[in-house]
């Protein structure tokens, strides 16, 4: 069984995490087992990638209007590198200007310096952010 789910999970990763639709026509070509297409789908189901990828809680896309420059500015963290950088991304949602920096760390007063930087003595109305984890001080 743990020989079947490794070469499943070597078959899923060479096929860039697609379906298991996908990957049980292409495993089909070349092996058979009773409930194969089950087990398929439990390990595309249990793929950690995956699940980032296709997460189902995702809010909607909404558009936001504005009528004028920095009424609203949306910001967020990124981390790259396995977590080791990160940068902070900011939009205005008036003139679809982004801005893009990488900082030290998460701290409160770096993120201020850096707004304080880009929005130059005119401040937004409101701030918009999609309150997970990396910026939302509650958690």
């Known amino acids: 069984m743990e020989e079947r789910k490794?070469?499943?999970k070597?078959?899923?990763e060479d096929m860039c995490h697609r379906s298991y639709l996908t990957i049980y026509k292409e495993m089909i070509k070349n092996y058979y087992w009773p409930k194969m297409i089950n087990l398929i789908k439990e390990v595309c189901n249990e793929c950690i990638k995956c699940q980032e990828i296709n997460r189902k809680?995702?809010?909607p896309a909404v558009f936001i209007s504005t009528r004028k420059k920095f009424e609203k500015f949306g910001i967020d963290i990124?981390?790259?590198e396995k977590g080791e950088k990160l940068m902070l991304v900011g939009i205005d949602y008036h003139t679809r200007y982004g801005f893009a920096e990488i900082i030290k760390n998460?701290?409160?007063k770096t993120i201020t310096s850096k707004l304080?930087?880009?929005f130059?003595?005119?401040y937004p109305e409101e701030i918009?952010?999609?309150n997970q984890e990396n910026l939302n001080p509650l958690s």
């Open 6 to 8: 490794s070469l499943i």
């Open 10 to 12: 070597k078959v899923h």
């Open 57 to 59: 809680n995702r809010n």
């Open 78 to 80: 990124k981390e790259f």
């Open 106 to 108: 998460k701290k409160a």
């Open 116 to 118: 304080e930087s880009w």
């Open 120 to 122: 130059n003595g005119i």
């Open 128 to 130: 918009i952010i999609d």
